[in-house]
């Protein structure tokens, strides 16, 4: 079974602070896409990353795809409660085939 | 209306039941998929419709029956479901096999 874990699985942190969410997996992908899910609503894409190695920023987010295209990671700088949510990575494989991780539920503070 | 709709938003039904979730997507997309989340589980892929033909079934049971009657529409039936049946059932949309997935705001289904 493709696994996609996520860590920390839960985090609650000050406004103000930074944080770095991680998705691991064993297997390699093509692609690899974050997405936050708020409460009653589908999860919404962040961004995606296709080349190994590669660093996309969206305003206070940095996403990391490693240079294997096994993992990858999301940096939060200076936490605000509009944050909050249930952050998603999802790893293509194939055709049509993403592979969601375990999630990461944050919660910030005010 | 814009984006991926989806109804009903929240509907209860007992095992014996037969009722239908519908998705349709106003981007222009050419493939739709059925996923569904459960508290503590990664979201799990059901059914994918490229062009309204099926190219993925994830070893779903029988008692969930998907159709795509074209491009912008699909359904899920629902018949004789299971209390562990219960979750947020989300409907996506892409533009191609590539392409990132725009949700729906899910029908959340409670099986009593």
């Known amino acids: 079974t493709q696994l996609l874990e996520q860590s920390p699985q839960f985090l609650s942190i000050q406004e103000g602070e930074n944080l770095t969410v991680y998705c691991n997996s064993s297997?390699?992908?093509?692609?690899l896409q974050w997405y936050r899910q708020e409460p009653g609503e589908g999860p919404v894409l962040l961004v995606t990353?296709?080349?190994?190695?590669e660093v996309k920023k969206l305003k206070r987010l940095t996403f990391q795809f490693g240079d294997a295209r096994k993992d990858s990671s999301l940096h939060i700088t200076a936490a605000q409660p509009g944050d909050t949510g249930l952050y998603l990575c999802?790893?293509?494989?194939?055709?049509?085939?993403?592979?969601f991780g375990t999630g990461t539920r944050l919660k910030v503070l005010a | 209306e814009t984006g991926v709709t989806q109804t009903p938003r929240h509907l209860v039904m007992g095992m014996t039941n037969k009722k239908s979730l519908k998705c349709e997507q106003h981007?222009?997309?050419?493939?739709m998929y059925w996923y569904k989340q459960s508290a503590k589980k990664p979201l799990e892929l059901m059914f994918v419709?490229?062009?309204?033909?099926?190219?993925e079934n994830n070893s779903v049971p029988s008692r969930f029956s998907p159709e795509c009657p074209n491009s912008s529409h699909l359904f899920l039936h629902l018949h004789t479901l299971q209390p562990e049946d219960s979750a947020l059932y989300l409907c996506?949309?892409?533009?191609?096999?590539?392409?990132?997935?725009?949700f729906g705001e899910g029908s959340r289904l409670t099986v009593l």
């Open positions: 999802a790893g293509a494989r194939g055709t049509y085939k993403y592979i």
């Open positions: 996506a949309s892409s533009q191609d096999y590539r392409g990132e997935l725009f």
């Open positions: 990353v296709v080349t190994g190695g």
């Open positions: 419709y490229s062009l309204e033909e099926r190219v």
């Open positions: 981007l222009g997309h050419n493939a």
């Open positions: 297997s390699v992908f093509s692609s």
